[in-house]
């Protein structure tokens, strides 16, 4: 473990030095961040299209007061751009919300996604190096690694309820409706699934077949490679290649699922007018996906991914790969139906716990049909 840890150290500084110089504005001077460290919040649909939904909406029925629309507008329009990645300055946004604005709860969430995602049970240290001093994200993630580590005992802390359980319970709920009632016999297409362990999960749970579990991704993608899914003989693996449509017939699949992949798509509008044309009439359409309205919520989702791929997998290609589109809940729902899909309904999952409304980086379940 001592000599992993050096290592960490030794690439750290390497990473450090094509980042932080004493001539980096966004590093010397921590509150300077320029154009290029800066992504829209909202990017995908202008904010009038937005509150037009939200108020057709209300047209048969008032779903939105008056004023939760207005608060909504002023939000969105108040949250038009976050520092990225590349700004180094995602920690140090939240942490001086909440020195400075009072924003407890955002900082509550970025404490609560460092507990659970790191496994970390010392807060006095975790605190310290929160608040001791202003720092770069890199070395935010550096020190919450090397805390980590420090544990004598692993903290285990599995969910109650994962996703693909989560949506198989939905499922038996939706079944006599939709019309698939045997569930047995769906064919099932996961669109980004990783390594797949949540497509075969949910494929098991739904007693399905090698041919009718369907995992479909780019080929390589971070650490999952296309090889790694080949060896997995629980599922048929599909090769996703951007702004090409998928290699299935037409309204061949019953079931699809979109897991927190949506934000890392260039091609979301070709992907989504793929997807219906594969889909069954009366087919159901999962998308799992952020709902970010903030920049604080931008932040933490970012932070999100830097603690799975740096403090975690020392992946430092990360700053290098990583894209994100982020959507909040009401463009979600305007992509889909843009590209003819019907809304069923928007639930918030919460991993089974019942004592919380939603997870640090606030994730929704949407269901759509064809």
Known sequence: MHNNKNKWHIDIDNLLKGYIKDDNPIVSNLKTIDENSLSPCNQNFSIDEQIEYLNNINKDKVIFPPEKIIAIKNTLLSNQHYPNIHSHYQFQTIINSFKYDHNLKDFDRLITLIWDKMKIRNFFKLYRILMERE??????????????????KKVKNPPIIDISQFIYYKMNNL???????????????????????????????????????????????????????????????LVIEPEKKLDLNKNSVNLVTMMHSLHHMDDYDFRFKNLYDIMKKNSIFWVIEHDLMTINDCCLTDIEHGLYELSLKRNLNFYKDHKSNYFNWIETCLLAIKNKFTFIDKLHFTKGNIQKNYLPTRTCAYIFTK
């Open 135 to 152: 720092r770069s994200d890199i070395e935010y993630y550096a020190l919450i690694r090397d805390l980590a580590h420090q544990q004598h």
């Open 175 to 237: 079944s006599n409706k939709y019309n698939i009632k045997d569930l047995k016999n769906i064919k099932y297409l996961d669109v980004g699934c990783g390594d797949g362990w949540k497509t075969t999960k949910l494929g098991k749970l739904l007693n399905l077949n090698r041919n009718n579990i369907i995992c479909s991704d780019l080929e390589n993608w971070f650490h999952y490679s296309s090889e790694k899914k080949q060896n997995n003989k629980n599922m048929t693996n």
